[in-house]
């Protein structure tokens, strides 16, 4: 198992309606590659979770990091793992107004520190990750 997290920055304003759909499309291909992982967006930002085969997250990176979508893709966290964090979700959007009724104010904070890339230290990357992804997966059945 592989997990990679990265940001990019928005070509345009996404509405809530555009990123559910993003979403989906994302997880009907996800879930024939056995991906799994969330996608979250705040201010033209974007920070996705990906888990799955090493060879297969870091070629769907590539073709993701291409999308004309988004500029800008830097990979900020990644690892191999044990097991999956988001077994159950393939893609799933996940709003910063979401984030922020289930997480801490600090934590909150922190991802919207790593979505503008204001956190630059590996080490608080990976601290933030590692709670983040803890966090989500325990709200898997929301």
Request: charged letters at 30%; aromatic letters at 12%; a negative charge.
């Amino acid at each position: 198992m592989f997990q990679l997290a990265y940001t990019s920055k928005a070509n345009q304003d996404f509405l809530i309606e555009e990123l559910t759909e993003l979403s989906n499309e994302a997880g009907f291909r996800n879930r024939a590659i056995d991906v799994t992982g969330v996608l979250v967006y705040h201010d033209r930002a974007f920070l996705q979770f990906l888990e799955g085969n090493e060879q297969v997250i870091r070629e769907l990176y590539k073709r993701i990091s291409q999308d004309s979508r988004h500029t800008d893709c830097k990979i900020i966290y990644s690892q191999k793992a044990d097991t999956r964090l988001f077994s159950n979700w393939f893609t799933r959007y996940l709003s910063f107004e979401y984030i922020k009724e289930i997480t801490d104010a600090e934590l909150a904070e922190d991802i919207e520190e790593l979505l503008t890339r204001k956190i630059k230290n590996k080490d608080e990357i990976s601290r933030i990750v590692n709670k983040f992804t803890s966090v989500i997966s325990s709200h898997q059945s929301d």
